[in-house]
């Protein structure tokens, strides 16, 4: 005759079936794989205080659709005055006071979360991480740095761009919803406009304007020779040789030596323009967070209109040379 099982080897199964349960949630959550996926973005975008707000904002409006176990909100901002203030928590760095003198280098955002998905066939909390850096200021000692650590090549994209967003996942759902939302939301921040639109389009053009200051030379030499040829052809200078053939060959000689002044002398006189001006406008700060950032926005304007006023004395300048010429070669051939 059988034996019915008794309700305590049921109970016993029971127990033995969840504590299997249990070490397939707990396995699955140490040796889960997370996955990586990266967006860089290369917009000259503008950021403020209340935009880094709107972004959390917007993520966590996201994660409060799905069953959030637990969450951690970290943001590091450095500072121009060597200066790093890391906060544990969105309160805090909320609750900090940004009026203060030293200017943003770049901003550090990170989001650390556990949720539950519906339909997950093991009901255990998936940790996901987003992050964010914006600011792109890294010096050629920290480039080297990020090489000879054996980063990734991605690694150096990543330091050179404006912004870069970084998400360790599990499920490529969540993944996509993150990335989206970070994406829209740095597609809706304003361009960072330069302090002037001819600082744009200076820096636009400034080989065009390279160019043609070395021709302003160019025809400045031209002018000066169209005087100096019918002098030479002419004048019964006994510095200069008599006969057709060795007068232009004189000529001729003359012409190298003056052409090649002429245009090394604007080569020079650009490449100090490109220096000296060109290459010291400047323009206005990615970051409009603490009250250096704002303040450096008015010493950034005073700074270019000091250089385009000498920009624009140094290309009337070459400009001159053609009047110049003009004026001493008439001056020879009277």
């Known amino acids: 005759m059988e034996q019915k099982p008794t309700n305590q080897n049921s109970n016993i199964a029971v127990a033995d079936e969840n504590q299997i349960k249990q070490f397939q949630s707990l396995y699955y959550l140490i040796k889960g794989k997370r996955d990586t996926d990266i967006k860089l973005f290369t917009d000259n975008k503008h950021f403020k205080y209340s935009d880094i707000i709107e972004l959390n904002d917007k993520i966590y409006s996201k994660l409060s659709l799905h069953e959030l176990i637990t969450d951690i909100a970290e943001v590091t901002v450095g500072l121009t005055n060597r200066e790093i203030k890391s906060f544990g928590n969105w309160s805090e760095f909320k609750n900090t006071d940004w009026n203060i003198s030293a200017r943003t280098k770049y901003i550090s955002l990170l989001w650390d979360f556990n949720l539950i998905l519906p339909n997950q066939t093991h009901k255990i909390p998936q940790t996901h991480t987003l992050r964010v850096r914006i600011g792109n200021n ?12 054996g980063g990734e090549e991605y690694d150096l994209d990543e330091a050179q761009a404006q912004m870069s967003c970084k998400i360790d ?3 490529s759902q969540i993944c996509n919803e993150l990335k989206t939302i970070v994406s829209e939301w740095y597609d809706a921040l304003p361009k960072n406009a330069e302090s002037q639109s001819l600082v744009k389009f200076i820096s636009r053009h400034d080989d065009k304007i390279r160019y043609f200051v070395i021709l302003s030379f160019i025809t400045g030499a031209i002018i000066f020779l169209n005087y100096l040829f019918p002098l030479v052809l002419t004048t019964d200078k006994s510095y200069i040789p008599s006969g057709s053939e060795n007068r232009m060959f004189f000529m001729f000689t003359i012409s190298i030596a003056i052409f090649y002044f002429f245009y090394q002398s604007g080569i020079l006189f650009a490449d100090r323009i490109m220096r000296k001006q060109i290459g010291r406008l400047q323009r206005n700060p990615m970051f409009e967070f603490t009250k250096g950032d704002k303040n450096r926005f008015s010493e950034v304007k005073k ?14 300048i070459g400009l001159l040379i053609n009047a110049l010429s003009a004026l001493i070669g008439h001056l020879i051939s009277l």
């Open 138 to 149: 890294l010096k050629p000692s920290e480039m080297i740095q990020v090489v000879f650590q």
């Open 169 to 171: 996942f599990i499920n």
């Open 303 to 316: 700074d270019n209109n000091k250089l385009l006023g000498g920009l624009v004395v140094s290309i009337i």
